[in-house]
């Protein structure tokens, strides 16, 4: 990974989730006592919170939906800035929760989005053990194996904390699995909606469950053409109003965030989608021929619970796809996976369960010490990401304590431009902030330039229309906020005439990215902000 360093402070860590491991491989393979699998759950459901908090994500794009959010509960609307009608977010239903959540009970925006993705994540394994107990004809054994086999998934737990819409849809996506598994097709229909409306590719729901009710009335199953037409109000339900309403408030079927994302060079977005799923391949090496355990000869005879389990198996093998041809995503932690992530443990666990059939009359032991070996395999995948995960967290505070700086200095309503949209505009919540990269400005998203090279989340800009809005500082900043070392340089041609380099060193910040904020300032009011932005003995304009 490109952040990945040996940290020995990890190792502690690292022996908690060893302990845990053992633990419920001890619990899970004894002969039969019920208490043994109570505390196996339990253990499972304790990893999970465990590997979240020793995580404990802070996502940059989620501040996004905060200053949304913020902004509703003020009066202003759906907006990111007031008074400009844009929808540069793509997770309605969240970002409505999170406000309820702050109007209701003045809860901070921050603390109720991460708490109710983390609420979520806990929800999600629970799903995970009722939907494989549904799958398996109530083979509980398999269905804490896949609790487990979830827990374990740093790519699940990364997003637990990090107060993104992604917890959330997954434990939409297996509400909706859940639903259509019982025959519950309205309800299926009504959760497809509700995922979509969290997320866009909600909707590929609808193609795996609505290919699996065409395969019933091909096979002229009972009730075929009926379930069809279930399945199909139930998504109608939220989904039409919710899309009038957008087209009417926003003016456009597509949300400018998916819009500024576009314009990529297809073959380079396909490449690189690809090398983002092999990679993701790699982090659940072991799994993969577990997997083609599950399906060999399941499919000899149409019947309940295979088409239940192949329903699973396209869910994964369509969102796979999806994944791909998008391009991927540019954050850590295979964040578009997450959602993946449960229903290929669950497939895992009915893998180990012929595992555990064959081999159990030779030695009970022999489908532990595998478990084993594939629960620390992908535990271990922790020494990777946690050092990724710390590598954005500060960042996102350094843009965090930028954002508060400029929004207590500067005038309300004074326009800035940022590159690094999220934890530095939230906090600057006062100021008119311009996206650079579009994702919450029209212009930009819609009638800007493309670059030359795909890059996920990053394809949209127009310098020249920035340089003309002349806001009074951009914060060129990258995603790192804070530097350790000065720089005069100006990045874009567009703007050396009417703007300056200028640093701040912020005495008292303990960021590790340092202690310089590297800004531009428009010449003419270089003086006027200077003023402004300088405290005695807190924060100082370098002259050098």
Not at 11 to 23: A, D, E, M, Q, S
Not at 83 to 99: D, P, Q, R, W
Request: charged share 15%; net charge positive.
């Amino acid at each position: 990974m490109k952040y990945f360093q040996w940290d020995p402070a990890l190792l502690p860590k690292v022996f908690i989730f060893f302990i845990i491991t053992i633990l419920f491989v001890f619990l899970i393979s004894a002969r039969k006592p019920k208490i043994h699998l109570i505390l196996a759950f339990i253990s499972s459901t304790a990893l999970l919170i465990v590997h979240e908090l020793f995580l404990g994500t802070d996502a940059e794009d989620a501040y996004i939906s905060y200053r949304y959010a913020w902004n509703l509960v003020q009066g202003n609307g759906l907006v990111f800035n007031a008074g400009e009608k844009v929808e540069g977010y793509s997770n309605f239903l969240f970002t409505m929760i999170i406000a309820g959540v702050n109007y209701l009970t003045n809860m901070d925006l921050v603390i109720a989005a991460r708490a109710t993705s983390f609420i979520s994540s806990v929800a999600a394994i629970f799903l995970v053990y009722f939907l494989a107990i549904d799958l398996t004809n109530g083979n509980k054994r398999a269905a804490v194996v896949a609790m487990f086999l979830t827990a374990c998934s740093c790519v699940f737990a990364a997003w637990g904390l990090s107060g993104m819409e992604t917890s959330f849809f997954s434990f939409l996506v297996l509400c909706a699995l859940l639903s259509f598994s019982k025959g519950k097709y309205l309800l299926a229909g009504v959760l497809i909606g509700l995922a979509t409306m969290t997320r866009p590719d909600g909707i590929l729901l609808a193609l795996a469950f609505g290919t699996m009710l065409l395969v019933d009335l091909y096979k002229k199953e009972k009730n075929s053409i009926k379930n069809i037409v279930l399945l199909t109000i139930g998504c109608a339900l939220f989904l039409i109003p919710w899309t009038t309403w957008r087209l009417h408030y926003y003016g456009y079927f597509l949300p400018n965030c998916i819009a500024a994302k576009k314009g990529g060079i297809l073959e380079s977005q396909f490449l690189y989608g690809l090398k983002y799923f092999m990679y993701f391949s790699i982090r659940i090496l072991p799994l993969l021929p577990i997997l083609f355990l599950t399906f060999y000869k399941t499919n000899v005879h149409w019947h309940w619970k295979t088409r239940q389990i192949s329903t699973v198996g396209l869910i994964v093998t369509i969102f796979s796809v999806y994944i791909i041809l998008v391009g991927g995503d540019w954050m850590p932690a295979f964040r578009f996976f997450v959602p993946v992530v449960p229903l290929i443990s669950i497939l895992a666990a009915l893998g180990f369960e012929k595992i555990i059939s064959f081999t159990e009359k030779r030695s009970r032991w022999i489908g532990s010490v595998l478990l084993l070996f594939i629960s620390m395999y992908t535990l271990l995948q922790f020494f990777f990401f946690a050092p990724e995960i710390k590598f954005w967290k500060d960042e996102v505070s350094g843009l965090k304590e930028i954002g508060r700086w400029l929004n207590n200095s500067l005038p309300r309503g004074t326009v800035i431009a940022t590159f690094a949209n999220g934890g530095l505009s939230y906090e600057a919540r006062d100021l008119y902030v311009i996206d650079m990269l579009g994702l919450t400005d029209a212009h930009i998203a819609r009638e800007g330039k493309r670059g030359k090279h795909f890059f996920p989340g990053h394809m949209s800009h127009d310098y020249d229309y920035v340089a003309a809005r002349k806001p009074s500082i951009i914060a060129f900043l990258g995603g790192d906020g804070f530097s350790k070392r000065i720089d005069k340089h100006i990045p874009l041609i567009q703007l050396e005439n009417d703007y300056i380099a200028a640093t701040f060193i912020h005495l008292k910040s303990n960021n590790p990215f340092g202690q310089y904020a590297n800004l531009l300032v428009l010449k003419n009011d270089l003086d006027l902000i200077v003023g402004m932005l300088t405290r005695k003995g807190e924060i100082e304009y370098a002259t050098n």
